[in-house]
T-cell receptor
Framework: GDSVTQMEGPVTLSEEAFLTINCTYT??????LFWYVQYPGEGLQLLLK?????DKGSNKGFEATYRKETTSFHLEKGSVQVSDSAVYFC????????????FGQGTRLTINP | NAGVTQTPKFQVLKTGQSMTLQCAQD?????MYWYRQDPGMGLRLIYY???????DKGEVPNGYNVSRLNKREFSLRLESAAPSQTSVYFC??????????????????FGPGTRLTVL
């Protein structure tokens, strides 16, 4: 079945550092790919998404490119801030899987000033 | 707009007790979902309702029942709680547009969660 694998956390960086959180997936057909963010004590919020190969999703300085050849959707940000500290989830929705999302295990990111 | 709301925010149960988690959305969405979040495992789908009047099992439905009460509300019931059901529960909703049998890539909006502990 469909699955998502994220890099192990936690990840700790200094403010203004470059961020990459790796995400790879296994799915049949052409899934849609998502990054969600969960701030402490809150529910998940959509950060960005991409619906077809080579699409780039972007929001709040974060970017991710849908790479079908490597089945990846890595999250990047050029200069992180303390306010980016959160748990980040990569997810996919299969082409024929109704609207069900399959999530990765999450990566906890902490940014130190 | 309140978006997706959930009640209660916290709950402690004893093994064997029952309870219902409530979820409501005010975005006129067709589809609603219940997930559980456990440490190191991401979110897993328990049940979903593609549209009013329909419900389907997700990845981990055992021990749960759901009711799509109307378009706004989707409840999750634990008939006999077990310690393995200790988790954080999230409700979500989405527009749920289908185009010629293919689901759209509409966004799921999540509620703030219910933290449930079963002793």
């Amino acid at each position: 079945g469909d699955s998502v694998t994220q890099m192990e956390g936690p990840v700790t960086l200094s403010e203004e550092a470059f961020l990459t959180i790796n995400c790879t997936y296994t799915a049949t057909g052409y899934p849609s790919l998502f990054w969600y963010v969960q701030y402490p004590g809150e529910g998940l919020q959509l950060l960005l998404k991409a619906t077809k190969a080579d699409d780039k999703g972007s929001n709040k300085g974060f970017e991710a490119t849908y790479r079908k050849e490597t089945t990846s959707f890595h999250l990047e940000k050029g200069s992180v801030q303390v306010s980016d500290s959160a748990v980040y989830f990569c997810a996919l929705r299969g082409f024929q899987g109704a609207q069900k999302l399959v999530f990765g295990q999450g990566t906890r990111l902490t940014i130190n000033p | 707009n309140a978006g997706v709301t959930q009640t209660p925010k916290f709950q402690v149960l004893k093994t064997g007790q029952s309870m219902t988690l409530q979820c409501a959305q005010d975005m006129n969405h067709n589809s609603m979902y219940w997930y559980r979040q456990d440490p190191g495992m991401g979110l897993r789908l328990i049940y979903y309702s593609a549209s009013e009047g329909t419900t389907d099992k997700g990845e981990v439905p055992n021990g749960y029942n759901v009711s799509r009460l109307n378009k706004r509300e989707f409840s999750l019931r634990l008939e006999s709680a077990a310690p393995s059901q200790t988790s954080v529960y999230f409700c979500a909703s989405s527009v749920g547009i289908w185009d010629r049998g293919i689901p759209s890539t509409d966004t799921q909006y999540f509620g703030p969660g219910t933290r449930l502990t079963v002793l």
